[in-house]
């Protein structure tokens, strides 16, 4: 069983950074795609943030310029830097990971990070 742990969030005032990290453990398959949603009160699942194991990497508009995502395959891990952040980025932030298996592919989710930004 894929295992994702997410780790980084908290309070921070407008403005400031934050580095969430969110490492996959338990599979036996490549990982291909891994990224992050977030997910606001009241408010639907959205993109943030994707990158592929080949580095190539997919923003939502709202995160552009201020957002940055990196992965080092070799731990199975990603990273998402969040610089001059904004009271509208306050969310629940989720990992997730699609494992390639042999006739199939599955995405896994992290349990989810809080991120809160203060005015």
């Known amino acids: 069983q894929v295992q994702l742990v997410e780790s980084g969030g908290g309070l921070v005032q407008a403005g400031g950074s934050l580095r969430l990290s969110c490492a996959a453990s338990?599979?036996?398959?490549?990982?291909?795609?891994m990224g992050w949603y977030r997910q606001a009160p009241g408010k639907q699942r959205e993109l943030v943030a994707t990158?592929?194991?080949?580095?190539?990497?997919n923003y939502a508009d709202s995160v552009k310029g201020r957002f940055t995502i990196s992965r080092d395959n070799a731990k199975n891990t990603v990273y998402l830097q969040i610089n001059s952040l904004k009271p509208e980025d306050t969310a629940v932030y989720y990992c997730d990971a699609e494992v390639v298996r042999i006739v199939d592919r599955v995405h896994y989710w992290g349990q989810g990070t809080q991120v809160t930004v203060s005015s």
């Open positions: 990158i592929t194991s080949g580095g190539s990497t």
């Open positions: 338990g599979s036996r398959f490549s990982i291909n795609f």
